[in-house]
C-alpha cells in the first residue's frame, strides 16, 4: 500500500491537519532562507506523529559545479544536521531543471563529491526520470518528480513526486507517494550520537545568522527566557534580529530607505546593497536626486518575454518548460510564495 507524504517549501501547513488528511510523512529542506528547517518545526512534526525526510538545495543547478560543488554541499549539508540536532540522515540533493545525459558525468563527480563527506548511504538524488535511473545504476538512492520524466518511472526509486501546487492543512504543498518501509527518512531512534535538542533549549548552538533566523521563528521563546537560552550570544544575536527587522520594515518605502541610507544607517558600497538587495538601484536613484547627483541615462530595455498562468499551472512548471527554476521565476516576480500563483497572473520569464 502507499504512503503519502508531502514536501513544501515556504508554506507551513498545520501540521496536525496534515497528519489528519492521511499524511505519513513530509519532506522538508535542510537550510534555506524562510524555507529552511528550525528546530521548533522538528519538534512539531514530532508531536504531529509524521516521519521526516530531507532535501538540500541551494539553486537547484549546483550539480553544474561538478566534485567541488559536491563537497561544498555536503559540507553544508552535515553542518545544517548538526545544527539541527538530527543524526546523520539521507539527504536528497535537488536537481531543479532537466539534465540532460551528456551533464551526466557531472551529476556522477557532484554526487561522489558529496558521498565523500556524508557517506553514499546518505547521498541521494531529487530529479527527473533519466537522472535517478543513472544516480540508482551508480549505487545512490534517488526521489524522482514527474516533472522531466515523460510519465516514466525509474524502478528502484524510494518517492515519487506526482502533484505540486495542493492545498493540505491550509499551506501549498507538493504530493508524494512511496510503497516502502524505508524511503530515507530521519531515524528518531539514532538520533543518540546527535541528540535532539529539548523542547527549551538551555544552550544555543550554531551561526549568529542560524540562530538569528530560530530566533524569528520562535524557536527561542521572548524575553528573559530567550536571554537565558541563548547565553554570551544573545547581543550579538538580536542586532542581528533587530537589523532584519529594521530593514524589512524601511523596505516598504524606497523614501524611507534613502532617508536612512543618506543618515549613514545602511552602512556604505556592498553592505549597503546587500541590505537593500533589489531595491538598490531605486533607493540609490532616490538618493542621487537628493544629494542633486546627476542621474545616469541607460537605454531602456528591451521588453522582458512572459507568461500568462493557466489552470492548474505550478511555477515549476512553468519553469521547466521554459528552460528555467523556479527559484528564478520566484525571484524575478518577486513571489513570496511560489505555490502560491493564480490563473490570469503574468509572469517574467
Keep these: 500500500m502507499a504512503t503519502e507524504l508531502i514536501d513544501y517549501s515556504f508554506a507551513r501547513p498545520d501540521l496536525v491537519q496534515v497528519k489528519a488528511a492521511g499524511i505519513a510523512g513530509v519532506i522538508r529542506y535542510l537550510t534555506g532562507s524562510g524555507k529552511g528547517l528550525t ?19 541551494t539553486t537547484g543547478r549546483t550539480v553544474k559545479g561538478g566534485r567541488s560543488a559536491g563537497v561544498a554541499d555536503g559540507q553544508a549539508a552535515l553542518s545544517a544536521l548538526r545544527t539541527l540536532g538530527l543524526p546523520r540522515s539521507v539527504v536528497y540533493f535537488a536537481v531543479d531543471y532537466d539534465l540532460q545525459p551528456g551533464e551526466y558525468g557531472l551529476l556522477d ?21 533519466g537522472p535517478c535511473a543513472h544516480a540508482m545504476s551508480r549505487g545512490y538512492v ?42 530515507g527518512q530521519v531515524k528518531w531512534d539514532s538520533a543518540a550520537a546527535a541528540p535532539m535538542p529539548a523542547s527549551n533549549p538551555s544552550a544555543a548552538s ?5 540562530l538569528a533566523s530560530a530566533v524569528q521563528h520562535g524557536d527561542y521563546g521572548n524575553g528573559d527566557a530567550r536571554k537565558a537560552k541563548l547565553g554570551a550570544k544573545y547581543t550579538a544575536v538580536m542586532a542581528i ?32 546593497e546587500r541590505l537593500l538587495g533589489t531595491y538598490a538601484k531605486a533607493v540609490q536613484a532616490i538618493i542621487n536626486s537628493k544629494l542633486g547627483a546627476p542621474a545616469k541615462t541607460t537605454p531602456a530595455p528591451a521588453p522582458a518575454a512572459t507568461y500568462t ?17 523556479w527559484q ?18 503574468t509572469i517574467t520569464l
Design 206 to 210: 550554531g551561526s549568529l545568522e542560524q
Design 309 to 325: 498562468v493557466k489552470p492548474g499551472d505550478t511555477l515549476s512548471g512553468i519553469a521547466a518548460a521554459h528552460h528555467t527554476t
Design 328 to 345: 528564478a521565476l520566484a525571484a524575478k516576480n518577486r513571489i513570496s510564495n511560489p505555490n502560491l500563483i493564480h490563473p490570469g497572473q
Design 241 to 272: 534580529v533587530n537589523e532584519r527587522a529594521r530593514v524589512t520594515s524601511a523596505k516598504q518605502s524606497h523614501e524611507t530607505l534613502a532617508n536612512e541610507a543618506i543618515a549613514g544607517r545602511l552602512g556604505n558600497g556592498n553592505e549597503r
Design 142 to 183: 534517488a526521489w524522482q518528480t514527474y516533472a522531466w520524466s515523460g510519465g516514466k518511472i525509474a524502478p528502484g526509486i524510494r518517492i515519487y513526486q506526482y502533484r505540486n501546487g495542493v492545498t493540505i492543512g491550509g499551506g501549498q504543498v507538493d504530493r508524494n507517494r512511496t510503497s516502502l518501509a524505508d524511503y
Design 39 to 57: 528546530t521548533g518545526e522538528i519538534q512539531r512534526i514530532r508531536a504531529a506523529g509524521l516521519s521526516l525526510a530531507l532535501v538540500y538545495e
Design 109 to 129: 563527480a557532484y554526487l561522489d563529491g558529496i558521498a565523500g563527506v556524508l557517506g553514499k548511504q546518505c547521498t541521494g538524488l531529487y530529479a527527473g526520470y
